[in-house]
């Protein structure tokens, strides 16, 4: 089987921590020029976008020249541009490091801050900023958290041993604990192994539970108890499912607190919006380093604030703003 062969570097550098976009021409098509393929490619940036952008000299090639209007089309050749970043609002936490070598970085990562450039939230991402702070452009991530959970991330230095690291999680070796706060019910035998299937379709917010073969598995500990019913719980993935925590928690009948969408399925938080943070923590992350050898164990630093002080999470009721 013959491989692909790869592209050439990117003669455009990062801006605010976000490569540049590559588009490689199809082998075969009935345009003649790259700014016919290009118009129609990226039609959906409204009309002029793309003549707007050749006579500012924002497409570039290989050797980083803008590349002509009346450029010829070239089957295979590459061409390259930054998209229009969005207007974010920034997120007003820090990202903290926990450990750094030539190999990883592990950060422990704030509530509201996504993990990788997506949709609306591109610069203000845990990837962006960390390239921006640690100047380290080739940085990507192992892993993924949501952006409305806090706790332990783990990201690569080096492209080339990137996959190794990746593969880590697909392959479940890496522990993971989080910790969540939930309504205590003390009816709910615990500790317990929660199996069920999961399904989660493309551009529906919740995921939900289905019949068939469990494909997500978490082990659920209550770690402590207060007198004004809450509880602090341990929750330990065999699985990686989306949502699967959030999901698991809200089919015991204790969901976690700041859900917006188990049990019941509300508006998405918005960007700015950053009271009553999900009491969901990645706690910790141990694994046997793919390339060095060395066992890593690392803890987030950070606290729920709805265990440790329930009234500044909880805010005024919704219709006491402002009073």
Excluded at 118 to 135: D, F, K, P, S, Y
Excluded at 197 to 208: T, Y
Excluded at 268 to 287: I, S, T
Excluded at 292 to 307: D, Y
Aim: charged share 25%; with cysteine; glycine share 10%.
């Amino acid at each position: 089987m013959r491989r692909r062969t790869p592209p050439p570097p990117s003669p455009l550098p990062q801006r605010d921590g976000i490569d540049a976009v590559r588009v490689r021409l199809p082998a075969h098509g009935p345009w003649s020029t790259v700014r016919e393929h290009l118009a129609e490619r990226l039609s959906g940036a409204g009309a002029g976008v793309v003549d707007g952008m050749f006579d500012a000299g924002l497409f570039v090639g290989a050797d980083g020249r803008p590349v002509p209007v009346d450029a010829p089309y070239v089957p295979g050749m590459c061409v390259w541009f930054h998209r229009e970043l969005p207007a974010e609002v920034p997120v007003p936490f820090p990202l903290e490091v926990v450990h750094r070598d030539e190999h990883i970085v592990v950060v422990d990562k704030p509530h509201f801050l996504a993990t990788t450039p997506r949709g609306g939230h591109v610069t203000q991402t845990a990837l962006a900023r960390l390239r921006r702070e640690l100047g380290i452009p080739a940085l990507g991530a192992a892993h993924r958290l949501d952006r409305l959970t806090a706790g332990l991330v783990l990201f690569t230095v080096r492209p080339s041993e990137r996959g190794a690291y990746q593969g880590l999680f697909a392959a479940r070796r890496v522990h993971k604990e989080y910790e969540a706060v939930a309504p205590y019910d003390p009816a709910l035998a615990l500790p317990r192994t929660v199996r069920s299937r999961i399904l989660k379709e493309r551009g529906v917010l919740a995921a939900r539970e289905v019949d068939g073969e469990p494909n997500a598995v978490t082990r659920v500990e209550l770690l402590d108890r207060r007198p004004d019913g809450l509880g602090r719980y341990r929750l330990v993935p065999g699985t990686g499912q989306t949502h699967q925590l959030r999901v698991h928690m809200s089919a015991l009948g204790v969901p976690i607190l700041g859900d917006p969408l188990y049990p019941v399925v509300a508006a998405p938080v918005p960007a700015g919006d950053f009271r009553r943070p999900l009491q969901l923590l990645a706690r910790e992350l141990a694994f046997t380093d793919p390339v060095t050898g060395r066992e890593h164990r690392f803890r987030s630093g950070r606290s729920l604030g709805a265990w440790t002080a329930y009234q500044d999470w909880a805010g005024p009721a919704d219709g006491d703003a402002g009073a």
